[in-house]
C-alpha cells in the first residue's frame, strides 16, 4: 500500500552546504537521534525518516534549503556523518550515498555483517531492488542520482533516493520502509515528494498487475517473436493518448537483453526486473507488448514551517541564525546527557510542549 503524504516541489539547486551549516546540521541530527531513539525506539526514527514530508521538515529545522533537491543529498550525508559515533548505541546504520558513493552501498553492508542478526545479502539485495524499482520499473523521466540505505540489526531497512530531470529542471525523491513492504513490484513505496510530471510508467502499480504478468510471459516467448512485434509496431502510427515512445526503442539493440531475460526464465516480475542487462527499455518495451497483444494494461499515474526554527542558508525564511542554532545544539546535548544520568526532565518537558501544541487550535 503506497502512503502518498504530499507533493513538494524539488527544484534542481547545484553547489554545496557551507562547512559552518553543515557542521552544525551534523551535530543537531545527533542530538535529535538519540532523544527520538531513546524515547521512541530505532524504528520509530526508520519510519519518521520514511515519511517524505518529516524527512522534509527534518531538512527545515537543520537549517538547509527548505525546498531544494539539495535537502535529500545534504540531510543523508549529516545523517551519515552523525551516526558514525553512535550507530551502536541507537542501533541504526547508513550506506551509501550521492553519485559514486551510492555504488559502495553493498560493500557498507556487508562491513556491518558482525552486528547483524539477519543476513546481509538480504539487505544489499532490497537496496538493488529498490535502485531497481525506481529507475527501470517507474519511469518517470527521472535518472536516480541518489541512493542512502538505512538498516537496523532486525534487518528493518529505509531507503531514501532521488532522480533528477535534466529536461524540467526538477527532481522527484522516493522513500521506501521494510515495516510495511509485502512485495518490491506492488505498491512498495511508503511516500513520493515530485514535481507534477505528465503520466508516469508505472510498473509497481496495483493496477499494473495484469501488465507484471504478461511482461513475465513475454520474457519466456522466443526472442526473435517479440522482436518481430516490435518491429511491427514502429510501423504503426500511434495515437498521441499512448505515453510511451516507440522511437526510444530499438529493437536490434534490445534483442540481446530479450535473450538474456529469456535464458534466465523469470517466474515473477520481481525476477524480470532483478535479472541481469534489464534496464528501463526492456520493461517499456514489454509493457508496451503486454498492452497490444493481451490488453493488460500498465498505470500511467503517478513543510516548510519548520524553516523558521533555525532559517535557511539560501536566506529563506531568514539566514540562519548560528546563535540559536548552537543554543538548540546545546539544549539537546544537555538533555541526552542528563537523560543517560537518569535526569529526564528536560526531555519531559520537550514531550509536554509537543502536547501542548498539538492541542492548539
Known amino acids: 500500500m503506497t502512503l502518498r503524504t504530499g507533493i513538494a516541489y524539488l527544484p534542481l539547486h547545484t553547489g554545496k552546504a557551507p562547512r559552518y551549516l553543515f557542521e552544525r546540521m551534523v551535530q543537531l541530527t545527533r542530538e535529535l537521534s538519540l532523544i527520538i531513539v531513546d524515547e521512541y525506539g530505532s524504528l520509530e526514527l526508520m519510519r519518521r525518516l520514511a515519511?517524505?514530508?518529516?524527512?522534509?521538515?527534518?531538512?527545515?529545522?537543520?537549517?538547509?534549503?527548505?525546498?531544494?533537491?539539495?535537502?535529500?543529498?545534504?540531510?543523508?550525508?549529516?545523517?551519515?556523518?552523525?551516526?558514525?559515533?553512535?550507530?551502536?548505541?541507537?542501533?541504526?546504520?547508513?550506506?551509501?550515498?550521492?553519485?559514486?558513493?551510492?555504488?559502495?552501498?553493498?560493500?557498507?553492508?556487508?562491513?556491518?555483517?558482525?552486528?547483524?542478526?539477519?543476513?546481509?545479502?538480504?539487505?544489499?539485495?532490497?537496496?538493488?531492488?529498490?535502485?531497481?524499482?525506481?529507475?527501470?520499473?517507474?519511469?518517470?523521466?527521472?535518472q536516480l542520482y541518489?541512493?542512502?540505505?538505512?538498516?537496523?540489526?532486525?534487518?528493518?531497512?529505509?531507503?531514501?533516493?532521488?532522480?533528477?530531470?535534466?529536461?524540467?529542471?526538477?527532481?522527484?525523491?522516493?522513500?521506501w520502509l521494510s515495516e510495511q513492504l509485502t512485495e518490491f513490484v506492488n505498491e512498495p513505496h511508503s511516500g513520493i515528494i515530485t514535481s507534477t510530471f505528465g503520466q508516469p510508467l508505472n510498473m509497481v502499480a496495483q493496477e499494473s498487475e495484469a501488465a507484471r504478468q504478461a511482461s513475465v510471459a513475454l520474457a519466456l516467448e522466443k526472442p526473435w517473436k517479440n522482436l518481430a512485434e516490435l518491429k511491427r509496431l514502429q510501423r504503426l502510427e500511434l495515437p498521441e493518448r499512448h505515453r510511451v515512445l516507440l522511437e526510444d526503442i530499438n529493437p536490434e539493440r534490445i534483442a540481446s537483453t530479450l535473450l538474456s531475460a529469456y535464458e534466465t526464465q523469470p517466474q515473477n516480475f520481481e525476477q524480470l526486473l532483478g535479472a541481469q542487462n534489464v534496464g528501463p527499455k526492456t520493461i517499456r518495451a514489454l509493457a508496451l507488448l503486454a498492452e497490444i497483444i493481451h490488453g493488460a494494461k500498465p498505470s500511467f499515474r503517478d513543510p516548510a514551517r519548520f524553516a523558521f526554527a533555525h532559517g535557511g542558508?539560501?536566506?529563506?525564511?531568514?539566514?540562519?541564525?548560528r546563535r540559536t542554532y548552537d543554543r538548540s545544539i546545546q539544549i539537546l546535548h544537555q538533555a541526552v546527557e542528563r537523560a543517560k544520568l537518569g535526569d529526564r526532565e528536560k526531555l519531559e518537558a520537550f514531550r509536554r510542549l509537543s502536547q501542548y501544541h498539538a492541542h492548539q487550535p
Not at 542558508?313 to 541564525?321: A, F
Request: aromatic share 10%.
Open 51 to 142: 515519511d517524505p514530508c518529516w524527512f522534509q521538515a527534518l531538512g527545515c529545522v537543520l537549517g538547509y534549503d527548505w525546498h531544494s533537491s539539495g535537502v535529500t543529498t545534504v540531510v543523508c550525508g549529516a545523517l551519515k556523518e552523525a551516526w558514525k559515533p553512535i550507530s551502536s548505541d541507537i542501533g541504526l546504520f547508513i550506506a551509501g550515498g550521492k553519485g559514486g558513493t551510492s555504488r559502495k552501498t553493498p560493500s557498507e553492508i556487508l562491513a556491518r555483517t558482525a552486528q547483524l542478526r539477519v543476513a546481509p545479502e538480504k539487505l544489499v539485495y532490497a537496496s538493488r531492488m529498490a535502485a531497481k524499482v525506481d529507475n527501470n520499473a517507474l519511469q518517470d523521466g527521472y
Open 146 to 175: 541518489h541512493h542512502s540505505f538505512i538498516f537496523d540489526r532486525e534487518g528493518r531497512w529505509v531507503v531514501i533516493q532521488q532522480g533528477m530531470n535534466e529536461a524540467n529542471r526538477w527532481a522527484r525523491r522516493y522513500h
Open 313 to 321: 542558508k539560501d536566506g529563506h525564511p531568514y539566514p540562519v541564525d
